[in-house]
């Protein structure tokens, strides 16, 4: 597996040239922790350069998130990165596991890490302590959105969701319900439910960069039924007919086209897709369920074109 990781990093460059222009979690990682941030900094009227902890209560919940802001010179609009952790994970132990604040620090992005209810996500599935709560963290995203534009000047047309496992459904989800405050989901091991795919009714054409291991054991490549981290069945259409389901819904040209960016990567890539978004799955072949090495950095690029 470390073979496959390494071979992985230094695929991850040859993978976004061939994603195109527009291209731009159930158990926690166990990689570890990347950040130079150790102190929570209060929040302020307008966020200065820093971490910071913000809370807000939303449908009677008491929820948080925490900010990375950039020390980058410029006060243009930002472009937005919100993460969500996988069930049993943290928001703050994400920051470890995963390299967005030093590609925050280098690209000039904000990037916020949102703390599920109860380490759960709701992503319209049952079996989450967060639905079994109730919680609505459709609102709670729009929410913290809305929070960050009052401390902090955002672009609006450059918002991206990144989640892995739990959080990946999570952002399927969003994808489905909230693609007005989104330019691109990035789900990481965590296909789209297929009760969602029944019921998906995006309000606009949305980019989708998917990301799989083919030796997932946890949320399985090909998709179908498997055992949540709750205990829940949850059954999801696989990679491939998970990212087929979005290029059908944007329009893309058909079928895809697949490259091979190396021997444990590959890339598949919906192109005429309506209004310039672009569909995409990595596959990464070997690959378990875990986040990327230097998924913040893949991110960063993507964004970029």
């Keep these: 597996m470390a073979e496959v990781i390494r071979r992985l990093a230094g695929a991850l460059s ?5 994603i195109g222009a527009t291209m731009v979690s159930s158990m926690p990682a166990n990689s ?23 809370s807000l209560k939303v449908g009677g919940h008491s929820r948080s998130l925490i900010v990375f802001v950039p020390s980058t010179g410029t006060r243009k609009p930002r472009p937005l990165v919100l993460v969500f952790h996988g069930a049993l994970d943290t928001a703050r132990a994400t920051i470890g596991e995963t390299d ?3 590609m925050a620090r ?13 380490n759960s996500w709701n992503d319209g599935l049952a079996g989450t302590p967060a639905s079994q709560a109730g919680v609505n963290d459709v609102t709670f995203t729009a929410a913290a959105v809305t929070k960050l534009e009052k401390v902090l000047s955002i672009d609006r047309s450059s918002v991206t969701a990144v989640g892995f496992s739990n959080g990946a459904l999570m952002v399927q989800y969003l994808g489905c319900r909230l693609a007005s405050v ?26 989708v960069f998917e990301v799989h291991g083919t030796a997932d054991s946890a949320i399985p490549y090909n998709g179908g039924t498997f055992t949540t981290a709750f205990g829940g069945q949850v ?11 979005w290029a059908g819904l944007d329009g893309c040209n058909l079928p895809a086209v697949t490259t091979s960016a190396s021997s444990t990567v590959n890339v ?28 913040g950095e893949l991110v960063a690029k993507a964004m970029s074109h």
């Excluded at 280098?106 to 109860?118: D, K």
């Design 182 to 207: 989104f330019a691109l989901i990035v789900p990481v091991e965590g296909e789209i439910a297929l009760d969602d795919s029944k019921a998906c009714q995006p309000s606009r054409e949305i980019s």
């Design 235 to 245: 059954a999801v259409l696989g990679a491939g007919a998970t990212v087929a389901f």
């Design 106 to 118: 280098r690209s000039g992005f904000v990037v916020a890490f949102l703390q599920g209810y109860a």
């Design 268 to 295: 598949s890539t919906y192109s005429g897709c309506r209004k310039g978004v672009t569909v995409a799955l990595l596959t990464i072949v070997g690959g378990s369920h875990q986040w990327p090495p230097d998924i």
């Design 100 to 102: 967005f604040e030093r």
């Design 14 to 18: 040859i993978a976004l040239l061939l």
């Design 32 to 54: 570890t922790s990347k950040s130079t941030t150790t102190t929570l900094r209060p929040h302020f009227h307008q966020l200065v350069p820093g971490i910071h902890e913000l």
